[in-house]
């Protein structure tokens, strides 16, 4: 379903975990904002492009996981494609596994995805004529994360570094370095915020709830963690302790997107930071707080546990 939030704005669901694809209508130029998993999510953009008597030739990506990306065939001869500088790497490196799923060759998924035809690293502007995208990035779900900011509206297209239909997904990224993005967001003036997955949520004063409650979540149970390692409680008794209902509770339902299960997985994914943290020798930042890793993502390491979770 595609709805207008905003004239010339919308959003278009995709069948992971209540996704969100977005579309930007500008005077000079349509961008599509993220393609879904399956081939005709991202068909149903392009034909809605088209029935506003506009052209679907420009694509731009939040980053390159598969329920993101794969769907965006229609776009493939678009004639601008945008997304981070990492986001084709990422892509890549997951379709191995995504092809497995999907009973295809990794060449074959491969050839139905629109890949870019610009990248950046920093930050990059869009100028539609009547209106402009800044897009940013907001690593630690992914790090070819970005971001895309409608500045006049005050309209945040955040991609998966926000979700409000899930609890954060980190299985493919960094709890310390997400948490670090949540809060620099919580910092902007956003007044309609428009998640990777989940409901959009209007109001500056629901969208720094929202961002706040993210932020927390990973920073509470990122210290219960630490507490009970410290303690030499044994992971699989850290993830039983840390519970649902005490870390989650009435915020998201429980019975939905197989909720408990991305909570466990999301504490696991902490144990594992923790578990890889210098040693204390090393500066700290910020006066014996977590370091947060510098963006070089080399050794984090890859489980699949994400990818799998998100296109279930
Ligand atoms: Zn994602």
């Known amino acids: 379903m595609i709805r207008e939030i905003i004239p010339g704005v919308y959003t278009a669901d995709h069948a992971v975990a209540e996704g969100k694809n977005a579309i930007v209508v500008g005077q000079r130029s349509v961008w599509a904002i993220d393609a879904g998993t399956y081939a ?28 993101h990306a794969l769907g965006s065939g229609a776009f493939r001869d678009a004639v601008e494609i945008v997304a981070h500088e990492l986001m084709p790497v990422e892509c890549r490196r997951l379709l191995p596994l995504l ?12 050839a139905q995805i629109a890949w870019p035809t610009i990248t950046f690293s920093h930050e990059l502007t869009l100028d539609l004529g009547d209106r402009r995208l800044r897009l940013f990035p907001t690593p630690g779900h992914s790090q070819d994360g970005v971001s895309v900011l409608l500045e006049e509206e005050k309209l945040l297209i955040a991609g998966d570094a926000v979700v409000t239909g899930i609890v954060p997904a980190i299985g493919d990224g960094d709890s310390r370095i997400l948490q670090a993005t949540l809060e620099r967001l919580a910092k902007r003036e956003i007044e309609i915020l428009v998640p990777g997955h989940g409901a959009v949520v209007y109001g500056r004063e629901n969208v720094q709830d929202w961002l706040g409650w993210l932020a ?14 410290d303690a030499g409680t044994p992971s699989a008794e850290i993830v039983e302790g840390i519970e649902y ?12 997107h197989g909720m408990p299960k991305r909570h466990a997985n999301t504490v696991r994914k902490i144990i594992e930071e923790k578990a890889t943290l210098p040693p204390p020798s090393l500066p700290q930042v910020g006066g014996g ?9 080399g050794g984090l390491g890859w489980g699949g546990s994400i990818v799998e979770e998100e296109s279930r």
């Open 99 to 110: 092809a497995v799923r999907a009973g295809k060759t990794p060449e074959e998924l491969a």
């Open 216 to 229: 927390g979540y990973l920073r509470d149970v990122r210290a219960a963690v630490r507490q009970a390692l």
């Open 245 to 256: 209902d005490r870390f989650v509770g009435d915020r998201l339902p429980k019975d939905r």
């Open 40 to 67: 005709h999510e991202g068909q149903e953009m392009a034909d809605f492009i088209r029935s506003l008597g506009r052209t679907p030739d420009r694509l731009l990506y939040t980053h390159g996981h598969g329920d």
């Open 289 to 297: 707080a977590d370091p947060v890793p510098s963006p070089n993502w």
